[in-house]
Nanobody, 125 residues
Framework: QVQLVESGGGLVQAGGSLRLSCAAS????????MGWFRQAPGKEREFVAR????????YYADSVKGRFTISRDNAKNTVDLQMNSLKPEDTAVYYC??????????????????WGQGTQVTVSS
């Protein structure tokens, strides 16, 4: 089992940047595919990005491609989401998630067994 804690959310103006971080504890971090998801008010939780166990392979939702970058540090048990050129529609609670078994895009939230508590990101226009 792994425990996940997100940090780094906040309020930012459109066009600005934020960096989210997710700290993991528990079993071997490098055995997990890590993902970021988000949920806006009144909407379903949606995929944002994921990174492979070794960190070499990434996959993004079309809505964030070219603006967001996911990275991980297996020595520090962390996964980050650098968010640039933020838009008001990026406003949401952002969640870190982990799973040992998924393969491919891993964009389906039902594949992930472990979740953090979420961190709020608000982008003002």
């Amino acid at each position: 089992q792994v425990q996940l804690v997100e940090s780094g959310g906040g309020l930012v103006q459109a066009g600005g940047s934020l960096r989210l971080s997710c700290a993991a504890s528990g079993r071997t971090f490098s055995s997990y595919v890590m993902g970021w998801f988000r949920q806006a008010p009144g909407k379903e939780r949606e995929f944002v990005a994921r990174i492979s166990r070794g960190g070499r392979h990434t996959y993004y939702a079309d809505s964030v491609k070219g603006r967001f970058t996911i990275s991980r540090d297996n020595a520090k048990n962390t996964v980050d989401l650098q968010m640039n050129s933020l838009k008001p529609e990026d406003t949401a609670v952002y969640y870190c998630a982990a799973d040992e078994d998924c393969s491919g895009s891993c964009s389906n939230l039902e594949l992930y067994h472990y979740w953090g508590q979420g961190t709020q990101v608000t982008v003002s226009s």
